[in-house]
């Protein structure tokens, strides 16, 4: 999902990668036997909540760790801005928690463990066959090289849950306005002046997070190859800001605005905000994860809804999901693997899976929910045609807040497409330069 991260952090903790550097290969994060819990508490964070099929999943999988180790978990909730804005500095103290679930991605896992404060889990792996249990290429969030670049390199997290971007539709809206859903781009576009035609916005959307920037990198999917994904994500090549993929993305967000399909209102609004717009009716699409999927299923009520994958596009934003990771001064590494693995089982799995996640080793058969079904069967057919795309905002710091910035200037109008481009393009390239120098 979305996340941030302000490059002065990377400055405020200069000195202490140096000093974290040296002692930091020493350890392969545990891997060991030692899971007897008896009188000890495994600390954890993580900010799911508790009605969210990870919620759910994972509460039950903290019986069975407490059952199974005699270790009592101390969980202690966390809001996704908190561990955000101060991991760097709680995992280099001696409050860091034993296990949490972290953001995935250069800018995030990847910095912190290029500055030494993650423990690596290459040991682990090995013993608990996590990466057997993991399509290839949902491991590529999970390792990461010295520079914290993703993809090779140690293990550093290990994801238990998959997500993905796809159109959330109101088909009740849809029938009524004898709308079909669309296979093609120009049928989604002609659905929405059908139904702005009718007074309607047709795409809640959000430009203040996350939303208007997957819709903007999954328009530029629309006209990108493999090749395009790795020079963006990975920095295999120089990414061209004049080429079609931006440059169409750009200018269709642009030009959807203007034709009344995305209202202009969006530069002010959260994902929140978007997410409770779709849930009341009030637009009948919204172009967001798979995280929303649990909560739609039991706050819609007054309509019926389904999903569809973005037409025309072979490639889809998503990843493996937020990962467990195991800081580096955790007291408990070993039981921190332990319940990791526990996580990981088939049963925790059918749980997270029956309540709208998407679990990444799951018995597809154990999913007794159809439309849980679908939507884990789409994911599935994603990663086996090798569709995952990651997320926009992944390749620096410092990239989520300004794309979102430059969106919200595009939204306004404030800024032209070119104008917003060549921004994007000078960010992205010093963003990057940080990174690989």
């Known amino acids: ?19 974290l550097t040296g002692c930091s290969g020493g350890s392969s994060g545990g891997g060991s036997d030692d899971t007897n819990g008896a009188g000890k508490t495994l600390r954890l964070w993580h900010y799911e909540g508790a009605d969210s099929a990870m919620g759910k999943a994972w509460a039950e999988a903290i019986k069975v760790f407490e059952k199974e180790t005699g270790a009592k978990v101390q969980f202690e909730e966390k809001s996704f801005e908190q561990i955000r804005s101060t991991a760097s500095q709680v995992l280099n103290s001696d409050q860091a928690p034993d296990v949490l679930e972290y953001a995935k991605g250069n800018g995030t896992a990847g910095l912190l463990s290029s500055q030494g404060l993650l423990a690596p ?3 682990a792996v090995k013993k608990y066959g996590w990466d057997k249990k993991l399509a290839s290429s949902l491991q590529t969030t999970a390792k990461y090289d010295d520079k914290g670049i993703m993809g090779s390199g140690s293990w550093y997290g290990v994801p238990n849950y998959g997500e993905y971007v796809e159109v959330y539709y109101n088909k009740t809206a849809f029938e009524k306005a004898g709308v079909a859903v669309p296979t093609s781009l120009s049928e989604f576009e002609t ?7 009718a007074g309607q916005t047709p795409l809640s959307e959000s430009a203040a997070e996350y939303p208007l920037s997957q819709l903007w990198y999954q328009l530029a999917l629309t006209k990108a190859d493999r090749s395009f994904i790795d020079d963006y994500q990975l920095y295999k090549h120089k990414v061209d800001w004049n080429g079609e993929p931006l440059t169409y993305a750009t200018q269709t967000i642009a030009d959807w605005t ?14 929140e905000d978007a997410g409770v717009s779709f849930i009341n009716g009030q637009s009948p699409m919204f172009y967001s994860g798979s995280w929303w ?38 007291k408990n590494k070993a039981l921190a693997e332990k319940f990791i693995d526990i996580t990981m089982r088939p049963e925790i799995q059918a749980i997270l899976g029956n309540n709208g996640g998407v679990p990444v080793a799951a ?21 086996k045609n090798d569709g995952i ?8 710091p410092t990239f989520y807040d300004q794309i979102n910035a ?20 000078e960010q992205y390239a010093s963003g990057v330069k940080d990174i690989v120098g």
């Open 258 to 271: 203007a034709k009344g399909y995305i209202s202009k209102d969006a530069s002010g609004i959260k994902a």
């Open 363 to 383: 018995d597809v058969s154990a999913i007794t929910d159809e439309k849980s079904k679908q939507l884990i069967e789409n994911f599935n057919a994603i990663t």
């Open 406 to 425: 430059g969106l919200q200037e595009l939204v306004n109008g404030t800024k032209s497409p070119a104008d917003v481009r060549k921004q994007l393009g």
């Open 191 to 197: 659905a929405m002046k059908t139904f702005k035609d």
């Open 389 to 396: 795309a990651f997320y926009p905002d992944w390749p620096t």
């Open 121 to 123: 889990l290459d040991d």
């Open 293 to 330: 999927y649990g909560r739609f299923m039991s706050e819609i009520k007054g309509f019926e809804w389904g999903t569809f994958l973005f037409p025309s596009s072979t490639f889809t934003p998503g990843s493996a999901g937020n990962m467990w990771v195991v800081p580096e001064r955790a």
């Open 1 to 19: 999902m979305k996340h941030t991260r302000i490059l002065a952090a990377v400055v405020a903790t200069a000195a202490v990668v140096a000093a």
